[in-house]
């Protein structure tokens, strides 16, 4: 193998190292009709984030303090909301809600144990209690 080629061999390596580490979530859909504010892949970032609609939901609904519905797969907020403003609560959600704060990883999911809610990492297996659900 020639220099070039280990080289080459080299940065496919980091390149693919980092792209599997850094996750990266749906870009959201938003559009809006009259005063509503729509994101229409809604069922989509919530399942590519492994959580449930209604709690992907309800967060956005008290973050936004607006009111909103699900239907389909799309979530109708009634307020109309800048967009950028929407995919800000998405990228918090997903970093307070579904990242490790141990390790980094998107590889996490909720789980109830007495009333009590914790963030359980299948990559690390860290667990870390969540006070507000
Ligand atoms: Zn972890």
């Given at each position: 193998m020639s220099y070039d080629e280990l080289l080459d061999n080299a940065y496919s390596k980091i390149e693919k190292e980092t792209s599997s580490s850094r996750f990266e979530m749906p870009d959201a859909v938003i559009t809006f009709e009259g005063n509503k504010t729509i994101i229409n892949n809604f069922g989509k970032i919530s399942s590519y984030l492994n959580r449930d609609e209604k709690h992907v939901e309800k967060f956005l609904e008290k973050e936004l303090a607006a009111k909103g519905d699900v239907k389909g797969h799309r979530l109708f907020l009634y307020i109309k909301i800048p967009k950028k403003q929407v995919k800000d609560k998405l990228r918090e959600y997903f970093d307070k809600y579904?990242?490790?704060?141990?390790?980094?990883?998107?590889?996490t999911e909720i789980k109830e144990k007495k009333g009590k809610y914790s963030i359980n990492c299948l990559a690390c297996g860290d667990k870390q209690p969540i006070y507000s659900i």
């Open positions: 579904v990242v490790c704060k141990n390790c980094g990883k998107p590889d």
